[in-house]
């Protein structure tokens, strides 16, 4: 089955303690992408990446690191967190070949909550 | 820059009622238009997609059509149904711009029996 998987699907820590929320994609897609939830704000790309080893922010990158050393891996790394940090986080993928409308797949999203 | 504005909700209809979500563009290029819906504790999946001016977009009920002399591409269903309930997210997509998509700020929709 094509999809998008995230691990973990929720999380509760304290500011400051590193974590990793992991993204994987089955569908050999080049193109993927980080984004935050929040209410009344829809969805806020924080980091992409074009492919293995490329890399680039979005809209709202500040406190978060990415890394593509694999094509189906695509994890987000939160350094020190912080308490504005929480939301709801979702991976997407697609593909960047035929088609040009761009759909992007969505994992089933990481709820977040730093104390 | 390029951007999405979609009416706020939440909306709250009874079962069989029309439902209309508006949604307006703001794009320098020529903009693909999609339509994505949020089921509770789940990610985001395409409900519909239009790629160009006066393509009309349909799945599930669902209906919307570019317009690019609005600027629009708003959301229809002639009856709802109660496993309509969700949140949709108004989005477009330049093509050809590092794949990069604009999202509106996404309108919860409740249908009661």
């Known amino acids: 089955e094509a999809q998008v998987t995230q691990n973990p699907r929720y999380l509760i820590t304290v500011t400051g303690k590193k974590l990793t929320v992991t993204c994987s994609q089955n569908m050999n897609h080049e193109y993927m992408s980080w984004y935050r939830q929040d209410p009344g704000l829809g969805l806020r790309q924080i980091y992409y990446?074009?492919?293995?080893?490329?890399?680039d922010k979005g809209d709202v990158p500040e406190g978060y690191k990415v890394s593509r050393k694999e094509k189906r891996n695509f994890p987000l790394i939160l350094e020190s967190p912080s308490p504005n940090q929480t939301s709801l986080y979702f991976c997407?993928?697609?593909?960047?070949?035929?088609?040009?409308?761009?759909?992007?797949?969505f994992g089933p999203g990481t709820r977040l909550t730093v104390l | 820059g390029d951007s999405v504005t979609q009416m706020e909700g939440p909306v709250t209809l009874s079962e069989e009622a029309f439902l209309t979500i508006n949604c307006t563009y703001t794009a320098t290029g020529y903009p693909s238009l999609f339509w994505y819906v949020q089921y509770p504790g789940e990610g985001l999946q395409l409900l519909l997609k239009?790629?160009?001016?006066?393509d009309k977009g349909s799945n599930k009920g669902f209906e919307a059509t570019y317009r690019k002399e609005t600027t629009s591409f708003h959301l229809e269903k002639g009856s709802v149904q109660v496993s309509d309930s969700a949140v949709y997210f108004c989005a477009l997509s330049i093509p050809y711009n590092n794949n990069d998509m604009r999202f509106g700020a996404g309108t919860r929709l409740t249908v009661k029996p």
């Open positions: 997407a993928s697609s593909s960047l070949a035929g088609e040009s409308y761009n759909e992007q797949f």
């Open positions: 990446s074009m492919n293995v080893e490329v890399t």
């Open positions: 239009a790629t160009k001016a006066d």
